[in-house]
């Protein structure tokens, strides 16, 4: 009987969410912008929080919200500086949307549209965000459904199908609409309500850990009375395995300066400087990859010396090999091929700039040589 529960919307009573609410009152962790109602530090808060762990994100943070302590502050600042301030926290698109966005809301007269509709029509904010500022900070009923809400969900419900799937997905954000009316109806904040159950799914209810005895939902939830794994769901179909790629990095250097390039503003890792170099081609060995790379994006000749890092790292789809070589200029003037800009560096500088992860394991292993 309880399976068939699994196939309609979940009715949550007043009491139910009275309770999940008083939990997280009691149980949450403390986090800065929780002590805050300012909707320009809340936005800032989920842009970081979108792809980041909150142990993470806080210096990142603080350090944000110091230097840019307002909507103005961050649209009157060069992008160069913000993507400085955001240097090591990944996901570069985030920094470079969130500037776009504060130019927007300035040029609107300064201040965050308050409806979850308004607020998806600024740079870098999608169906979640919106929901979450919205709610969070303006009291908009409007439920979030991020990976932690849709993993409570589809353990409370029991939802067997693959997350992937569009059904499913639709299912468990009715659900949480259901939800979100009966907290309404109970005169709960819909912003406590979100909170509260992504706090749930962060600390109670994890990915590969089900902490049910501390659970404010354990009545009601139809995993834990009917199946013996609830960390098997949700489900998720087998993934495929990571593209690796190998890439050929130069330190090129001419009259004590060294030779650093600039990404294209859109793109993965937009905007940043790195170490002039590109993907490696098949049968072709790294020296050769990186004596190409220099001919394709800079127009210039090196000669290329010993390696002097090989560093790896792990995007979302695809994991790398840099391979960083010693590099003497030995002809051609630089031009911008596919780079957006080229400039020949200090070693004593080049902190100034702001990198990718693994030039800047690079820079450490240059400046400490
Ligand atoms: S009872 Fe267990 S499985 Fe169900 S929501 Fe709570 S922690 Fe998750």
Redesign the pocket.
Known sequence: MLRAVSHSLLNISAATLRGLVSWFESNKREMPWRNTRDPYRIWVSEILLQQTQVATVEPYYNRFVKTFPNVEALAKAPLDKVLKVWEGCGYYARARNLHKAAKQIVAMGGKLPQSSHELRKLAGIGPYTSAAIASIAFGEAVQVLDGNVER?IA??TCEEGFITEKSVHSKLKATAEVWMQAAVKAELSPGALNESLME?GAT??KPRE???SD?P??KV?V??KTRDD?TELPRKPVMQTTPHYDIGAAIVRKNGRILITKRPEKGLLGGLWEFPGGKKERGETLEECVRREMREELDIQVEVGTQIASVKHAYTHFKITLHCFECKHVGGEVKLLHVTDAKWVRPSELRNYAFPKADRVVLDILTNS
């Open positions: 409570v353990r409370v749930l109670v209810c089900a902490l049910c659970c939902l354990k939830c995993a834990r609830v």
